[in-house]
Every structure is written in structure tokens, then in C-alpha cells.
């Protein structure tokens, strides 16, 4: 397996993608937040005492993708063109999915811009509801889809 996030010495480095051809590049990822049926129903009410969550967790979301390369080393500073989140509330599972989308006509990959966006929107979900449920938790922060570059397509089959 080759690490290109490391010279010949064993240090890190940023990978060289000047050679790399701009292509346009697409990543969504996702976060889960699972909660009390309690706090999910005042979410979707709009009733948690510190407003808006979702609105906030939105804002959270696309400001953080755009940090990205200040939050993960060895990232490269991306010009995003899009930045997107959703949110999914599953009311049987207890369960919010924040999702990020990004676009970004690029020589490297934005999944972890995509990656960034939906974990901050998921925190900030936990963030402004701790005090009413602190039972709160975050799971699954992975890559549901990436296109663009060498390595093409990837879509993650999730189970229904």
C-alpha cells in the first residue's frame, strides 16, 4: 500500500497534486445524531430554547467545510463552488442524519470537505440540545458518495 502522505524519511507531507488534471469533483458525506423521541419532536417543532437547530446546524456545516484545510493538516486548500447540507429526520430511529454535499472543480478530492461539513453540523446539533438531552450521541461520520479525479465513482450501499 502506498502512503504519499509520507517521504522517503517518514515525515508528512502535503501530496503534490500539481501535476494533477482539474476535474470536477462531487463528495457527500454523512453524520448521525441519535437522540430522545422527545428532543427529536422539539427539533422539528422548532422548540429547543436555543432556537433554530437545524438552521444553525446548517450554517455550522458550510462554514466548516470551507475550514477544512485549517482542521486537517495535510489537506489542500480547496476553492469550493458548493457546499450543501440536509438533514434527515428519521422519527422510528430517534434519529437526525445531517448529509453534506460539495462541488468543487479541483485537482484533489472533497470528501474531506464533505466529511467536515456533516461531522460540524452534527456537533452543533449535540451542542445546542445538550442541556435538554444529554443522552445525545454521534455516530457513522462516513462517505456516502465521491465522483471526479482518477479514482471515478464511489457510492456507499447503505442498508434501508
Known amino acids: 500500500m502506498n502512503f504519499n502522505h509520507f517521504d522517503e524519511q517518514g515525515h508528512a507531507v502535503m501530496v503534490d497534486v500539481s501535476s494533477k488534471q482539474e476535474t470536477m469533483r462531487t463528495a457527500t458525506a454523512a453524520a448521525d445524531v441519535i437522540m430522545s423521541a422527545e428532543l427529536l419532536a422539539a427539533i422539528a417543532r422548532k422548540s429547543v430554547s436555543k ?13 466548516a467545510a470551507k475550514k ?13 463552488h458548493s457546499v450543501s447540507i440536509e438533514f434527515d429526520q ?3 430511529a430517534c434519529r437526525i442524519q445531517a448529509r453534506c454535499t460539495v462541488r468543487a472543480f479541483e485537482r484533489t478530492g472533497v470528501e474531506m470537505e464533505a466529511m467536515t461539513g456533516a461531522a460540524v453540523a452534527a456537533l452543533t446539533i449535540y451542542d445546542m440540545c445538550k442541556g435538554t438531552d444529554k443522552s445525545i450521541s ?3 461520520i462516513r462517505l456516502l458518495y465521491k465522483e471526479g479525479g482518477k479514482s471515478g465513482l464511489y457510492r456507499r450501499e447503505e442498508a434501508a
Do not use: K, Q, Y
Open 90 to 92: 428519521d422519527p422510528a
Open 51 to 63: 432556537g433554530d437547530v437545524l438552521g444553525v446546524a446548517r450554517l455550522a456545516g458550510i462554514m
Open 68 to 80: 477544512t484545510d485549517d482542521l486537517i493538516p495535510l489537506s489542500h486548500p480547496l476553492s469550493l
Open 138 to 140: 454521534i455516530a457513522n
